[in-house]
């Protein structure tokens, strides 16, 4: 079945670490991938998104992640995490324009 | 600023009871969508509509049904509640362009919905 995985549940880093979450989809067609964040109480929002292009992909707060084809990898990275990064981050799948399927998540804390 | 909003957000339904959930968004997007968020299992998709009438079943539709009939606004419905439906309840609303229909999602803030 398509799926789309995140490794890690949660992930605690002190500040000023650096940050890679993992994302892993099993699609073999052409893909349009998403990170989405949700901050504690408020409602999910778009971290940044690769349709085609450079695979490397900036998004806001720093962010970024690299779309690797031959891993089926879309993993987010950030040299160096603060505290406001404290969040749940969804990656997101839509293969060939059909269907869009979120992974089950990473939860971040980072500790001040 | 696309805003999509929703009518509760903490629900508390006893099982059996008829429940509606509303959802409006403001930026006269073509697509909206229902999924509910539930721990270790990420966001899934019940229903999601393409046009004003048009619905189509997502991944876990049984037990829940859905009403389009503006382009703001997309209902769902429970018709008959039961507990194992008690979840978080997330709205969504994006735009068709380029042919691309599954755009950047933009989210309502979410029911927290139990049922007892």
């Known amino acids: 079945a398509q799926s789309v995985s995140q490794h890690n549940h949660h992930v605690i880093l002190s500040e000023a670490a650096s940050l890679e979450l993992g994302c892993n989809y099993s699609y073999g067609g052409t893909v349009n991938l998403f990170w989405y964040v949700q901050y504690p109480g408020q409602h999910l929002q778009l971290l940044l998104k690769?349709?085609?292009?450079?695979?490397l992909v900036k998004g806001i707060k720093g962010f970024e992640a690299e779309f690797i084809k031959s891993k089926f990898s879309f993993n987010l990275r950030k040299p160096s995490v603060q505290w406001s990064d404290t969040a749940e981050y969804f990656c997101?799948?839509?293969?060939?324009?059909?269907?869009?399927?979120f992974g089950a998540g990473t939860r971040l804390t980072v500790k001040p | 600023d696309v805003k999509v909003t929703q009518s509760s957000r903490y629900l508390v339904k006893r099982t059996g009871e008829k429940v509606f959930l509303e959802c409006v968004q403001d930026?006269?997007?073509?697509?909206m969508f229902w999924y509910r968020q539930d721990p270790g299992l990420g966001l899934r998709l019940i229903y999601f509509s393409y046009d004003v009438k048009m619905k189509e079943k997502g991944d876990i539709p049984e037990g829940y049904s859905v009403s389009r009939e503006k382009k703001e606004r997309f209902s769902l419905i429970l018709e008959s509640a039961s507990t194992n439906q008690t979840s978080m309840y997330l709205c969504?609303?994006?735009?068709?362009?380029?042919?691309?229909?599954?755009?950047?999602?933009?989210f309502g803030p979410g029911t927290r919905l139990t049922v007892l």
């Open positions: 690769y349709f085609s292009g450079d695979p």
């Open positions: 969504a609303s994006s735009s068709k362009t380029s042919g691309i229909t599954y755009n950047e999602q933009f």
């Open positions: 997101a799948v839509n293969e060939n324009n059909n269907d869009m399927r």
């Open positions: 930026m006269d997007h073509e697509n």
